[in-house]
């Protein structure tokens, strides 16, 4: 495969519960067949590129005769062996029954039982030990899906800078679906997916879902999608999966194609063809489907004798009782229906329960006047897509679930309610009654999407994303101060003689509270801290956001330089406060009852009242609150700022405020640095609000940044937990 030049690995290794192909029992011998299914279909596309570059190495459930080197040309298949006793727990029963059920919305078949996470746990370990003696130095280890959750994580112990992809091709579920599951279960789910570099899920609410499941359950910290894990980066982003758009279109025309369509076209006759195509799940909706065509010929009976709806059901999971079950009520339904309508000349329903070979498939797609795609839950179904990109010599109409991933990139299509049979029977007719010129703009503007985001274009975005977390994490790990950085910074400090040292408060010299009243100086960094400013050639300065009696009561007794509200007011050692810059606070009764208002609505926030600014803290409050209420928050903030000179939205930690743009955190540093003469400088924060200060320092001097964000500082160190060692520094000894 060639991509982009940033995205060329030695090797791709792919790593699925199955392999791509399966060993069938012909005449001549064994065959091995392709298996069903998206990602088969992505890979095997991109396989068969002719420019590729990457050899691609599967790993997953199959025969072992699959691991003969000639199965397949473009492909290495390393097949891993799971004891039928672990297997059935392990994909039948947490696969299955656990996760399936619930990522699928369907909280009352999910089935809590330890046993079948100690299989799910026992079967990722055997495709890890599988994979260690496979992995080599530039491969990029792609893993898919919702059976090898905890495998990121294996292989990240074990290969520190390996690349690691995982994809989630099933929707990820809401927090409150989620935390279902035993917290050791969740927290080792996301653990093991968060041991990738990059995290994929198809539609941009999956991957908030993601994200926040991930700040709720293991606390780590999230900016830009991006999530700080103690010395490493990891990024959740969405990649709806796309088809190989080409193949589909252009198999329409195809001689086999051709003869498929003769065929279809002797058994409908001039009649309408509806079409329907999924495999056997309870998460298709079949039966509220079937409601809904029925409701149709109810509503609209001009329509009888001229609509046969081909309901195609690809066999799934047969050996499960309650896969049977809805086979039989599927059957039962369908027969009731055919009762009910059908004639010598005319039968409602064709059923069948089968696979389709490609090329009757794409002449179903291809001759079909409607699609009818209505799941109750579905990651992406690429069946819409597939149908769409099959419209070449007339235009057919999709009817699409909302609940399908793939509305979101599919808006032109008609999107329904999949359990509303009265919209889907009105959505069947208006889809019938369409005029082609309607459908026709609508068609080509979806295939115009589909044609341009497609599975190679799904795969290089991924790759891409892969190489910028990549360097990313490389540059901060550059960044990171290490026990050889500390020492140089001990050394350089001691061959100088003045010393100015600034230091945020929170987050800082203290770890950031869940209320701001929480977060005092320990005796340990208050220790330190007294230690260093008696020693006359040292200058301490805290610069802190914080109101001005706050900080006399933590640093009394202690001669530093103080700086409140971001550098509103100052006081030097032995003098009183004073304001750095003349500034009409009159704003302040406009927007506080605007902000009294949010606090109201947002159960958790907290409005602090400074001299010179207003703060609004949201870090107890609900995310999927403050993420509908901080824009029009920040709009209506906008609107009345506009009218008010100099002044500023700044956002931090969990916090907004609302002050004048005369005054900040660099201005002071600015301010000290030309008013005393000094051979070393430091500054020390955590928040965006310290970013000011790091860009005011001079070319030589030391800033630090506490956690893993970007910044404009030269070092990052991990946690706040460090900055003892480092106050530790500049103690005499």
Request: neutral net charge; glycine residues 4%.
């Amino acid at each position: 495969m060639k991509y982009s030049d940033e995205t060329k690995f030695k090797r791709i290794v792919i790593v699925a519960y199955r392999l791509p192909f399966k060993l069938v029992k012909k005449k001549s011998g064994f065959q091995a067949i392709q298996n069903s299914g998206g990602l088969v279909s992505a890979i095997l596309s991109l396989a068969e590129k002719k420019d590729k570059t990457s050899k691609i190495v599967w790993v997953g459930t199959g025969e072992e005769e699959l691991g003969n080197k000639d199965t397949h040309p473009d492909f290495d298949l390393y097949p891993v062996t799971i004891p039928s006793a672990i297997n059935d727990k392990y994909y039948g029963g947490f696969c299955n029954e656990t996760i399936w059920p619930l990522f699928h919305y369907f909280p009352s078949r999910t089935v809590f039982e330890p046993s079948y996470f100690e299989a799910y746990n026992n079967a990722n370990t055997l495709f890890f030990q599988k994979l260690k003696d496979i992995i080599e130095p530039g491969d990029f280890i792609w893993v898919h899906d919702y059976q090898l959750f905890l495998l990121p994580e294996m292989i990240r112990k074990a290969f520190p800078s390996a690349q690691i992809g995982f994809f989630l091709h099933i929707p990820f579920p809401s927090f409150e679906l989620f935390r279902l599951l035993p917290t050791k279960w969740r927290e080792q789910i996301l653990s093991g997916m968060t041991g990738a570099d990059t995290i994929g899920f198809h539609t941009n609410d999956y991957t908030q879902h993601f994200i926040k499941s991930v700040k709720r359950t293991l606390g780590y910290k999230v900016e830009r999608n991006y999530i700080m894990i103690d010395d490493r980066l990891c990024k959740a982003d969405t990649f709806p999966i796309g088809i190989d758009y080409d193949k589909f279109h252009n198999a329409c025309v195809t001689k086999k194609t051709i003869n498929c369509k003769n065929k279809l076209r002797s058994h409908i006759g001039n009649n309408k063809l509806v079409f329907s195509i999924d495999r056997l799940d309870y998460s298709k909706g079949f039966l509220y489907r079937l409601k809904a065509y029925e409701r149709f010929l109810e509503k609209y009976p001009e329509w009888h004798y001229k609509v046969i709806f081909n309901m195609i059901v690809i066999p799934s999971r047969d050996n499960i009782y309650g896969y049977r079950k809805i086979k039989k009520e599927i059957e039962a339904t369908v027969g009731r229906i055919n009762g009910r309508y059908n004639n010598l000349s005319w039968i409602p329903i064709t059923y069948q329960y089968k696979s389709i070979p490609f090329n009757e498939l794409v002449a179903i797609y291809n001759m079909s006047d409607v699609g009818l795609i209505t799941p109750v839950r579905d990651g992406m179904n690429l069946v819409a897509k597939e149908y769409i990109a099959c419209q070449k010599e007339h235009y057919g109409m999709l009817i699409l679930s909302e609940m399908a991933g793939a509305a979101s990139e599919l808006s032109e299509a008609i999107i329904i309610s999949p359990t509303d049979a009265d919209e889907i029977a009105d959505s069947l007719n208006r889809a019938l009654t369409m005029p082609e010129e309607e459908k026709e703009i609508k068609v080509q503007k979806m295939q115009n999407r589909l044609s341009r985001y497609n599975v190679f274009t799904w795969t290089k975005d991924f790759f891409n994303q892969v190489q910028e977390v990549k360097r990313e994490q490389d540059s901060l790990q550059s960044k990171y101060m290490d026990a050889t950085i500390m020492s140089q910074l001990k050394e350089e400090y001691k061959k100088t003689d003045r010393h100015l040292l600034m230091f945020d408060y929170d987050g800082t010299l203290t770890p950031i509270a869940n209320t701001p009243e929480m977060a005092v100086l320990s005796e340990t960094i208050r220790d330190a801290l007294k230690k260093i400013i008696s020693d006359k050639n040292n200058v301490v300065v805290i610069i802190s956001g914080r109101n001005k009696e706050f900080l006399d009561k933590q640093f009394n007794g202690l001669n530093a330089i103080l700086v409140a509200e971001h550098g509103y007011y100052i006081k030097y050692p032995d003098r009183e406060w004073n304001t750095t810059v003349s500034i009409d606070l009159s704003w302040k009764s406009k927007v506080l009852p605007l902000m009294d208002d949010y606090v109201d609505k947002c159960s958790g926030s907290v409005i602090e009242e400074k001299q010179a600014s207003l703060a609004w803290h949201y870090r107890n409050a609900e995310d999927e609150i403050i993420s509908l209420r901080i824009n029009d928050l920040r709009n209506s903030l906008s609107s009345i700022l506009k009218s008010e000179d100099k002044l500023q939205i700044m956002e931090g930690d969990k916090v907004l405020e609302i002050k004048s743009m005369l005054y900040d955190k660099g201005t002071i540093a600015a301010t000290l640095l030309r008013n005393g003469s000094y051979d070393f400088v430091l500054a020390a924060g955590d928040d965006r609000t310290d970013e000011d200060l790091f860009r005011a320092l001079p070319e030589n001097g030391i800033t630090i940044k506490v956690g893993a964000k970007p910044t404009n500082a030269r070092f990052n160190i991990r946690d706040q937990r460090q900055i003892a060692g480092i106050l530790n520094l500049f103690v005499n000894e």
